[in-house]
C-alpha cells in the first residue's frame, strides 16, 4: 500500500517538475522538511547528484549514481523521506542526526550503499536501489548538520547509516556512456568531498496549525 501511495506522489511530482511554471506560495522557508524533492550540490564539485537508468558494469550491478554539472536535468531529484524505525511526517523539518531515505523521482530507486568497491576510485560504491521507493535497511542515511534542523543554505554531509561512510565526490569523471559524469561514493575519511548543500527543489511547508493540511503544501524554485 505505501509503494502504491510512493508511486502516485511520483507521478504527480514528475508531472509538476516538467511544468515550465514557477510556483510561490509565500515566504521562503529557511529549512528543509520531509516530503520535500530537491536537488543536492556538491560544495567541492560543484555537480549535482544524480541517477538515471543506467546500471554498472561492476560491482553490484545496480543503477548508477553520478555528479552532474547540468543545472536544468530531470534526473538530478531525490524525494526526502523517512524511514522505517523514523518516521518523517510532510511539512516537518528534517532534524539533524535524524535518518532519512533520498529516492530518485524519476526511477523510484533510493540512495543506497554497500561494501562493493566503486568503479573508479576504489571507494564505497553507491548505488539506486529498491522499487517504488521501497528497499532496504542500506537506503538509510543520517543527515550531519550544525544546529537543530537541516538548513536549506547550510552545507550538511549524509553518512551512511549500515557503514558509516559519507556521501563524497572526488571528480573522477567516467567515460561512455554517461561521458564527463563524476563518480558519487562513499568515504570513511571526512574532507570537503563529502558537503552537500540543497539549490532547486518543490520544498514542502510545515502545517501553520500542527495538523496535517496539506491543501497548499508547496514552496518550489526551480
Same mark, same amino acid.
Given at each position: 500500500?505505501?509503494?502504491?501511495?510512493?508511486?502516485?506522489?511520483?507521478?504527480?511530482?514528475?508531472?509538476?517538475?516538467?511544468?515550465?511554471?514557477?510556483?510561490?506560495? +509565500? *515566504?521562503?522557508?529557511?529549512? =528543509? &522538511?520531509?516530503?520535500?524533492? /530537491?536537488?543536492?550540490? $556538491?560544495?567541492?564539485?560543484? !555537480? %549535482?547528484?544524480?541517477?538515471?537508468?543506467?546500471?554498472?558494469?561492476? +560491482? *553490484?550491478?545496480?543503477?548508477? =549514481? &553520478?555528479?552532474?554539472?547540468? /543545472?536544468?536535468?530531470? $534526473?538530478?531529484?531525490?524525494? !526526502? %523521506?523517512?524511514?522505517?524505525?523514523?518516521?518523517?511526517?510532510?511539512?516537518?523539518?528534517?532534524?539533524?542526526?535524524?535518518?532519512?531515505?533520498?529516492?530518485?523521482?524519476?526511477?523510484?530507486?533510493?540512495?543506497?550503499?554497500?561494501?562493493?568497491?566503486?568503479?573508479?576510485?576504489?571507494?564505497?560504491?553507491?548505488?539506486?536501489?529498491?522499487?517504488?521507493?521501497?528497499?532496504?535497511?542500506?537506503?538509510?542515511?543520517?543527515?550531519?548538520?550544525?544546529?537543530?534542523?537541516?538548513?536549506?543554505?547550510?552545507?550538511?554531509?549524509?553518512?551512511?547509516?549500515?557503514?558509516?561512510?559519507?556521501?563524497?565526490?572526488?571528480?573522477?569523471?567516467?567515460?561512455?556512456?554517461?561521458?564527463?559524469?563524476?563518480?558519487?561514493?562513499?568515504?570513511?575519511?571526512?574532507?570537503?568531498?563529502?558537503?552537500?548543500?540543497?539549490?532547486?527543489?518543490?520544498?514542502?511547508?510545515?502545517?501553520?496549525?500542527?495538523?496535517?493540511?496539506?491543501?497548499?503544501?508547496?514552496?518550489?524554485?526551480?
Amino acid at each position: 500500500m505505501e509503494s502504491l501511495g510512493f508511486s502516485m506522489v511520483q507521478l504527480f511530482i514528475s508531472v509538476l517538475l516538467s511544468c515550465m511554471c514557477t510556483l510561490s506560495t +509565500g *515566504s521562503e522557508m529557511s529549512f =528543509v &522538511t520531509c516530503g520535500s524533492v /530537491v536537488k543536492l550540490l $556538491n560544495v567541492k564539485h560543484n !555537480v %549535482r547528484l544524480h541517477s538515471h537508468d543506467v546500471r554498472y558494469g561492476s +560491482g *553490484s550491478g545496480q543503477q548508477s =549514481v &553520478t555528479g552532474v554539472t547540468a /543545472v536544468e536535468d530531470s $534526473n538530478s531529484y531525490w524525494s !526526502v %523521506r523517512g524511514t522505517g524505525d523514523d518516521a518523517c511526517h510532510r511539512g516537518n523539518p528534517v532534524q539533524c542526526g535524524q535518518n532519512i531515505r533520498l529516492t530518485h523521482v524519476n526511477t523510484g530507486r533510493n540512495l543506497h550503499s554497500h561494501y562493493f568497491t566503486s568503479p573508479l576510485s576504489s571507494n564505497q560504491e553507491v548505488s539506486a536501489f529498491g522499487e517504488n521507493g521501497e528497499g532496504d535497511h542500506l537506503d538509510e542515511w543520517t543527515v550531519l548538520c550544525a544546529g537543530s534542523v537541516w538548513q536549506r543554505e547550510e552545507s550538511v554531509r549524509f553518512r551512511h547509516t549500515s557503514t558509516d561512510a559519507l556521501l563524497s565526490v572526488t571528480g573522477e569523471q567516467y567515460g561512455r556512456p554517461i561521458h564527463g559524469q563524476r563518480e558519487v561514493h562513499g568515504m570513511m575519511i571526512s574532507g570537503s568531498h563529502s558537503y552537500w548543500r540543497t539549490m532547486e527543489g518543490i520544498f514542502m511547508k510545515p502545517s501553520e496549525t500542527g495538523s496535517r493540511d496539506f491543501s497548499s503544501p508547496l514552496h518550489t524554485e526551480f
